[in-house]
């Protein structure tokens, strides 16, 4: 496999986790009544497609093809977050949790990316900067949640 083509790979993974994250918060928004953490979530919705942006930019300049949309595993949270809400007396807190775990998992793949030594420095850079960025969403909402409960 062709280094442009590992990195490539590499970065569509992250590629689709950011839509799916961009889905997952405009879901969010959508089932809470709260307007300060629909802003949020729409916030976090729209930080998550700028990374997806910037993500496919640097898959173009490699001459590679970016991924298109989200993955299934995406939808079924999406799916599942949309379904417990109904169920669930507290929605929001249940959205709010769904949501860090959400941003936890894709911590973890930023964390697994970076790992890796093997990426230039403008992308290591970017995806280092994505990732303080989901850490900071993650204490956020744990700060939410705590005023929810």
Known sequence: MKYTEEISNKLNELLVKNYDAEKGYLNAAKNVESTNLRIFF?????????FAKQIRTEILNYGETPKESGSFTGLMHRNWMSLKSMFTSNDEEAILQEAIRGEEASLKEYNDILKDRTLPPS?????????????????SEKVHEELVS
């Open 123 to 139: 992308i290591d850079s970017m995806l280092f900067n994505q990732k303080n960025a989901i850490q900071a969403a993650i204490n």
């Open 42 to 50: 729409k916030r976090r919705a729209t930080e998550r497609s700028e």
